[in-house]
């Protein structure tokens, strides 16, 4: 049999697409704005479009280190997910008086995405086909009761789910038709890059913010070649510029670990073959488990899979090299001929890796610094493509100064659980992913470890 993983590119599959802009012009002066955005991810480029809808008159920068998207906003699983929360029963655990608003929230956010794409033209395959949790395990199937999930969702037993998408591996199913979309990531921030420009956002890429100098009236922000001095700042540096010693804001490092996901692409399937795996409502699909993984088509009918390992390695440091890892790129293969063996013979195209912000209440936190003049969103831990539409609004708001709808909430004004610092972080992590793994195994069931993470309201996930 030949290696299905042979001639896989070591580039995320998304990037590689044509279309991608030009990169921007480094900074090379001393600048001067209303609002200096640090990154051009999502939450940067959402930051800048929304203060400009906000008032059009704002002097909008925005300083990014790469290039806009390159990081985890160009490479992950294109799930926009309506929750804020990283899932309902998160959410529930976590915030329960506050579920029924930040599920309105989230609805609306994912809403207002939608409308966006629309009203920019934005050609980034959004469809709005909802997400499909499937259970391969009897005890995930147990779990699958109506009060875990969000109200309106459908669930599904082992035949209806196999009528959407068949796999041997599935016993049943929830399907969640309205929270969440799917979309290409990279053409999302190329659009939303795009339409801030023509907004007027005046954008520096090469262009990483070594130090923040506070002034007076403002921040300043040092770079390499050139600064930028604003009256307000939001930092939205995704996993690099938040854990480590990436940090811009050191308060982050407690709060931010770099947990790396792992993803295949397929080659396009024939009509054949993706006839013979059904998927004519194309949703998302995940599985039940602990570690789980994530999977859709691209608008080319290729197939993404992803997730399973969430890896962190000893010390945490971020490297290239690590966006490479062979044995995950394996294991994610077995497992997809696994879940399809009717797909025997297809071949991956693409392998990458990205790291994620994970923080330990496993959704976004929001915070400011500098007296005021600096917000920050960080922690989205793997579902971050729509949150940080919200995150970037929470931010406006915390500049703003003024208590708003948003800025009251618990989940804006509580920050999680930081992590201990190294190498008990490492031994900690690592117990916990192998508490996790045993679960699994195991019908699901908690050991003492795991039940003590999740009194005290703390745990790991991607
Ligand atoms: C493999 C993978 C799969 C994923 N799948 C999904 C999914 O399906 N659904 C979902 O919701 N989420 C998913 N995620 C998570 C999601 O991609 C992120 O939550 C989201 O992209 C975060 O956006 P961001 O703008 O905060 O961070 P980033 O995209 O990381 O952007 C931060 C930017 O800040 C820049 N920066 C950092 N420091 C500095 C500095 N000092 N100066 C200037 N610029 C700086 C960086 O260069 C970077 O471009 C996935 C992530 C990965 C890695």
Redesign the pocket.
């Known amino acids: 049999m030949t290696d299905p993983l042979a001639d896989a590119e070591p580039q995320p599959y998304w990037l590689t697409q044509p279309g991608a802009p030009e990169p921007a012009a480094p900074l090379r002066a001393a600048e001067s704005a209303d609002l200096a955005v640090?990154?051009?991810?999502?939450?940067?480029l959402w930051t800048a479009l929304l203060a400009k809808e906000r008032d059009p008159d704002t002097d909008v920068v925005v300083?990014?280190?790469?290039t806009?998207?390159?990081?985890?906003?160009g490479?992950?699983?294109?799930?926009?997910?309506a929750s804020l929360t990283h899932g309902f029963e998160n959410g529930l655990r976590r915030f329960p008086d506050e579920m029924p608003t930040l599920e309105k929230l989230g609805q609306a956010n994912l809403d207002e995405i939608e409308a966006t794409v629309q009203r920019y033209g934005i050609d980034c395959f959004f469809e709005r086909t909802g997400e499909l949790v499937v259970a391969t395990a009897a005890w995930q199937l147990r779990e699958m009761t109506p009060g875990n999930h969000r109200p309106g969702v459908t669930l599904l037993d082992r035949d209806a789910v196999r009528a959407e998408v068949d796999s041997p591996t599935y016993l049943g199913g929830v399907w969640d038709r309205a929270g969440c979309a799917m979309l290409d990531?990279a053409r999302l921030v190329w659009g939303l890059r795009r339409a801030c420009l023509r907004l007027g956002v005046r954008l520096y890429e090469h262009?990483?913010?070594?130090r923040i100098v506070p002034r007076p009236d403002g921040l300043t922000l040092r770079t390499p070649h050139g600064s930028a001095t604003a009256r307000r700042v939001a930092l939205?540096?995704?996993?690099?510029?938040s854990a480590g010693r990436?940090a811009?804001l050191r308060r982050l490092r407690h709060y931010v670990v770099p947990v790396y996901?792992?993803?295949l692409m397929t080659e396009p399937l024939t009509g054949a073959q993706l006839a013979s795996v059904g998927w004519r409502h194309r949703q998302g699909l995940g599985d039940g488990a602990n570690q789980f993984h994530?999977y859709r088509l691209s608008a080319d009918n290729r197939i993404l899979w992803?997730g399973y390992d969430a890896v962190y390695y000893r010390g945490g440091r971020i490297t290239p090299a690590r966006d490479q890892r062979e044995a995950t790129f394996r294991l994610l293969a077995r497992h997809f001929a696994e879940t399809f063996p009717q797909l025997a013979g297809i071949r991956f195209t693409h392998r990458w890796?990205?790291?994620?912000?994970a923080c330990s209440r496993f959704s976004g936190f929001f915070g400011t610094a500098h007296s005021g003049r600096l917000a920050y969103?960080?922690g989205?831990t793997?579902?971050?493509?729509?949150?940080?539409r919200f995150g970037a609004n929470v931010m406006l708001d915390l500049l703003g100064g003024e208590p708003t709808e948003l800025t009251r909430l618990k989940m804006v004004r509580r920050r999680p659980v930081p992590f201990p610092p190294e190498p008990v972080r490492t031994g900690v992590i690592q117990l916990t992913r192998r508490s996790i793994a045993r679960a699994d195994r195991d019908e699901g069931r908690r050991n003492l470890w795991l039940r003590t993470l999740d009194r005290m309201g703390v745990g790991f996930d991607s």
């Open positions: 640090v990154g051009a991810g999502y939450s940067g300083l990014e280190a790469g806009a998207g390159w990081a985890a906003s490479r992950n699983g294109g799930f926009c997910s990531p262009t990483p913010v070594e939205a540096t995704g996993a690099h510029g990436g811009l996901d792992y993803a994530y992803g890796g990205g790291v994620i912000d969103a960080a989205y793997g579902l971050g493509v729509g949150a940080s």
